[in-house]
């Protein structure tokens, strides 16, 4: 069974960090672009990062961008997202997920994991 796995989530305070980690299980990563996302509560699930396959590009939202960094270890079939100077807003459900490329649409990204809580607060 294709499954996508992520841990690493946990409760922070603000201007700490945390990393995230998208383990996947009965497929290998190497040939996919993976994508992290989160969703708080009542709002919309966002897109906060995507690393290519092809060549490790990587993309950030401005909310991020400077903060979260996406890495990958193909050999241990993973994706990262290293989270610093996080922020209450910060506070969400983090899911990563796979696609055939970073550019497509949300909906078209596959094998979500269950998601990670990430929480930023005192």
């Known amino acids: 069974q294709e499954q996508l796995v992520e841990s690493g989530g946990g409760l922070v305070q603000p201007g700490g960090s945390l990393r995230l980690s998208c383990a996947a299980s009965?497929?290998?990563?190497?040939?996919?672009?993976v994508g992290w996302f989160r969703q708080a509560p009542g709002k919309e699930r966002e897109g906060v990062s995507c690393?290519?396959?092809?060549?490790?590009?990587?993309y950030y939202p401005d909310s991020v961008k400077g903060r979260f960094t996406i890495s990958r270890d193909n050999a241990k079939n993973t994706v990262y997202l290293q989270m610093n100077s996080l922020k209450p807003e910060d506070t969400a459900v983090y899911y990563c997920?796979?696609?055939?490329?970073?550019?497509?649409?949300?909906?078209?990204?596959?094998?979500w994991g269950q998601g990670t809580q990430v929480t930023v607060s005192y």
């Open positions: 009965g497929f290998t990563l190497d040939k996919y672009d």
């Open positions: 690393i290519a396959a092809k060549d490790g590009t990587t």
């Open positions: 997920a796979t696609a055939r490329g970073c550019h497509v649409m949300m909906d078209e990204f596959e094998n």
